[in-house]
């Protein structure tokens, strides 16, 4: 069974940092592109950030690009997202999902997500 | 990018009932690359329907999509308690990946 565990989620102020982590089972974690998708409170999902298998090529939406980075651990079955100069405007749930086999941008398999909530 | 306006915002019906929920893109959706999501509260997003009208692994026949360029529909038939959640769908086919809004279905 696919899971995927994210944590590291809290309050932040403005203009901090603070790093996402996705633990991933129950497939071959080198085999899946993954990506970050958010959702901030009374809206809809917005997809965040994707990485290819080998963490080689990254892609980022535009209100994230410079800010955040993602990475991944394949040793560890680990995803990551790295948040700095967080703005009130990034407070959201934030899911980790596997990119599906068969195109760049479906997303087959979620995990329940962490939130961060920014704030003076 | 590709904006995906969902429509009803909200609803209520009664088990058993037939549901159509839309999804209207603001321009032609590359090869009909729409998925539909289901999310109920506290949960992760499950995939339910991609390429418009395939249904993902173990998702039961009383869910179907259909539509192309820029309208696609979900149809739930027979409703069940546990349908209850929120429906959202997501352009696949160009960058970068958007969704609508989500379509909250609440079953009495």
């Known amino acids: 069974e696919v899971q995927l565990v994210e944590s590291g989620g809290g309050v932040v102020r403005p203009g901090g940092s603070l790093r996402l982590s996705c633990a991933a089972s129950?497939?071959?974690?080198?085999?899946?592109?993954m990506t970050w998708v958010r959702q901030a409170p009374g809206k809809g999902l917005e997809w965040v950030s994707t990485?290819?298998?080998?963490?080689?090529?990254?892609n980022y939406a535009d209100s994230v690009k410079g800010r955040f980075t993602i990475s991944r651990d394949n040793a560890k079955n680990s995803l990551y997202l790295q948040m700095s100069s967080l703005r009130a405007e990034d407070t959201a749930f934030y899911h980790c999902?596997?990119?599906?086999?068969?195109?760049?941008?479906?997303?087959?398999?979620w995990g329940q997500g962490t939130p961060v909530t920014v704030s003076s | 990018e590709i904006v995906l306006t969902q429509s009803p915002g909200t609803l209520s019906l009664s088990p058993g009932e037939r549901v159509t929920l839309s999804c209207r893109a603001s321009?032609?959706?590359?090869?009909?690359?729409l998925a539909w999501y289901q999310q109920k509260p506290g949960q992760a997003p499950r995939l339910l329907v991609y390429?418009?009208?395939s249904r993902a692994t173990g998702i039961p026949d009383r869910f179907s999509g259909s539509g192309s360029g820029t309208d696609f529909t979900l149809t739930i038939s027979r409703l069940e308690p546990e349908d209850s959640a929120v429906y959202h769908c997501?352009?696949?086919?160009?960058?970068?990946?958007?969704f609508g809004q989500g379509t909250k279905l609440e079953i009495k």
């Open positions: 129950g497939f071959t974690f080198d085999d899946f592109g």
């Open positions: 997501q352009q696949y086919g160009s960058s970068p990946p958007t």
């Open positions: 999902a596997r990119v599906d086999g068969s195109s760049w941008n479906l997303f087959d398999y």
């Open positions: 321009e032609t959706v590359s090869s009909s690359y």
């Open positions: 990485v290819t298998w080998n963490g080689v090529s990254t």
């Open positions: 390429g418009a009208a």
